[in-house]
């Protein structure tokens, strides 16, 4: 039986049912949150909540929640996940826009942290993470982009989570993605190139398929 992390607990892949794998359940900004009254809380998980049972009565059964480092609000999803009863995969890594901690830092010092919400559980939650995300955009890879994404290529292959990617596909940063993976050792079939459907180029969209990974077709109707 194939099992993945999810905040309920490992669930066997054969109920995953219906999913969609690139949604975020809510994106917050800490330093904002917790030194500012913009938001109430309770207000903001009834608005997920129903808009997760209306996925759910069109038929999805799993979503995947690429929220990652400080925007992710675990408490938050597990909540959702009580009233709704969504089968919910959260994710693990570091968007583009690195933080002030990771700057000063190894990939491997990341490739850690990464390992330890997939393996023991993020932060105090006991949710254990089930993909890593990482993310390249319009501005490219630079070194701290690129730390990130060895970062995740070391953790994927100490634990064999699949990853997933934000990417800028005008720029077809995917393909670079694609290098800096192969560099590292990754199966690129365990890979997703996300917002591959920004782009219309079917030569590139083949060329990131013909390599192997899947592609996100992930931001219809945004």
């Known amino acids: 039986m194939a099992v993945v992390n999810s905040v309920s607990g490992p669930l066997d892949t054969a109920d995953l049912g219906f999913t969609l794998m690139h949604e975020h359940i809510i994106v917050q900004s800490p330093g904002v949150t917790s030194n500012f009254p913009v938001w109430d ?4 998980i009834e608005t997920a909540v ?8 069109r038929g999805v059964k799993t979503l995947v929640d690429l929220t990652v480092g400080d925007w992710r609000d675990i408490p938050f999803v597990q909540e ?14 570091i968007y583009y826009d690195v933080p002030r901690y990771f700057k000063g830092r190894t990939a ?7 390992v330890r919400d997939i393996r023991e559980g993020i932060v105090n939650t006991g949710v254990r993470a ?18 990130m994404l060895r970062a995740a290529a070391r953790a994927h292959r100490a634990t064999g989570v699949p990853i997933s990617t934000h990417t800028h ?3 077809q940063v995917g393909l670079k993605q694609q290098d800096i993976f192969e560099q590292e050792g990754v199966d690129l079939g365990r890979v997703i190139i996300g917002h591959s ?5 079917i030569n590139f969209l083949r060329r990131l398929v013909d390599r192997g990974s899947y592609i996100g077709m992930d931001r219809f109707g945004l």
């Open 197 to 201: 459907g920004d782009s219309d180029d």
């Open 108 to 114: 491997d010092h990341a490739a850690e942290l990464f």
């Open 80 to 93: 959702v996940v009580r009233r709704t009863g969504m089968q919910i995969i959260v994710a693990t890594g």
């Open 130 to 147: 089930g993909i890593i995300k990482c993310a390249a955009d319009e501005a490219g890879i630079d070194a701290q982009v690129e730390k």
């Open 169 to 171: 596909a005008a720029s």
């Open 50 to 57: 129903g808009k997760v049972d209306d996925v759910m009565a």
């Open 41 to 44: 809380r309770e207000q903001e």
